[in-house]
């Protein structure tokens, strides 16, 4: 039995939901471990509709005996009490935590010296394909803009770079080669991680992608990695508040005997 519910919350949702925990079992039925790109994970919970408890995921996997290792990768922003606050989250919670910090990087916008129709100051923000089809009427009008934005003071942006798949394709093989791991877990859909993914699948590992519809790259879902749809486990790891309300009742009447009693 790899399956032991860390809480008691957790054990009356999967007996709810056997036929979930069934299937994580199968996932993880060798040592695995779990990569967690938690910027691309917050960015899918706007089209989710739910937001990813990091505590209740953490306790949900400590369920899962074979599951050796929980490394999660996050950026430090200097001076924001929101960053602070989810890296507080992430410690408490005892992730493996790899972090660095967010790198702030200007941009100017200062278009006096530009012609209305040159697209030089454009090239920073458009990419190039799509920028060589923009016919020279919209290059003029958003130069226009960048004009009305200088004339009420901003000449510069601010940009926030901290990307972590350099560190996370590095530890995936590292850990492979160390520890001899069967099972990896990645939770992000980028198409960066291509290559270690294709390495480990061809070292015969098992390689599954946590995420969510339409939120893994061609590349990454070309490399026959098997793709877990996170919504299936949402119960077990969204924010108490957002649970269905029968899940809050059932949860509420199994904790309470009393009230069970009554029903």
């Known amino acids: 039995m790899t399956f032991k519910p860390k809480t008691k919350k957790i054990e009356i949702l999967s007996r709810h939901y056997p036929k979930r925990i069934s299937e994580l079992e199968k996932i993880f039925n060798a040592p695995t471990h779990i990569y967690i790109d938690l910027a691309n994970v917050l960015g899918w919970e ?11 995921l953490k306790q949900f996997f400590d369920s899962f005996a074979n599951i050796k290792s929980i490394k999660i990768y996050y950026g430090y922003l200097r001076g924001s009490q929101h960053s602070a606050e989810i890296n ?16 702030i990087i200007r941009l100017s916008i200062d278009s006096s010296s530009i012609p209305l129709n040159s697209p030089a100051l454009l090239k920073d923000f458009v990419r190039k394909p799509l920028l060589d089809k923009l016919n020279e009427e919209t290059i ?124």
């Open 140 to 263: 003029k009008f958003l130069n226009a803009k960048l004009r009305d934005l200088n004339k009420k003071g901003t000449r510069l942006l601010e940009d926030r770079k901290c990307n972590f798949d350099v560190e996370i394709g590095r530890d995936m093989l590292m850990d492979y080669s160390k520890d001899h791991i069967n099972n990896f877990v990645l939770w992000s859909g980028d198409s960066d991680f291509e290559g270690p993914v294709r390495q480990l699948i061809k070292d015969r590992r098992e390689v599954y992608v946590f995420a969510t519809s339409r939120r893994v790259s061609v590349e990454l879902s070309s490399t026959k990695a098997r793709i877990f749809d996170i919504k299936k486990i949402k119960e077990f790891i969204c924010w108490q508040r957002q649970l269905p309300e029968d899940v809050k009742k059932l949860i509420k009447s199994q904790k309470d005997p009393r009230r069970a009693l009554k029903q």
């Open 46 to 56: 706007e089209r989710l509709g739910w937001n990813v408890d990091l505590k209740r």
């Open 88 to 103: 507080n989250i992430i410690k408490k919670a005892k992730y493996e935590f790899i972090t660095k910090p967010v790198k």
